[in-house]
């Protein structure tokens, strides 16, 4: 079992910048892939970015891409999705989300809603005009 909490969460201007974090605790968070999904209102929540064990892979949605950088600390059971250049379009709740590691075979799993197995109660974040 893992459990999951988000933070980090907030009104932010469009353009502008936010840290979230996600702490886990329970067993072997060095085990787990690590994802980030957003819901925005009406809509289903859809991937933003998925990082391995290691750090060493990440995957990301392409509308993030060199805006949204995700990091882990195994050290500290946490990661951390660093967002730059908000825009008016992201706001949502953002997820936290993690599954066991199961290789490079099928990495399109990492991307996957249905492939995670816990997740945390999210972190608003409503971006401003």
């Known amino acids: 079992q893992v459990q999951l909490a988000e933070s980090g969460g907030g009104v932010v201007q469009a353009g502008g910048s936010l840290r979230l974090s996600c702490a886990a605790s329970?067993?072997?968070?060095?085990?787990?892939?690590m994802g980030w999904f957003r819901q925005a209102p009406g809509k289903e929540r859809e991937f933003v970015q998925a990082i391995s064990p290691t750090g060493g892979t990440t995957y990301f949605a392409g509308s993030v891409t060199g805006r949204f950088t995700l990091a882990r600390d195994n050290a500290k059971n946490t990661v951390f999705l660093q967002i730059e250049r908000l825009k008016t379009e992201e706001p949502g709740i953002y997820y936290c989300a993690a599954q066991g590691w199961m290789g490079l075979s099928n990495t399109a799993r990492y991307t996957q809603r249905s492939e995670y197995d816990y997740w945390g109660q999210g972190t608003q974040v409503t971006v401003s005009s």
């Open positions: 329970g067993r072997a968070f060095s085990n787990y892939a």
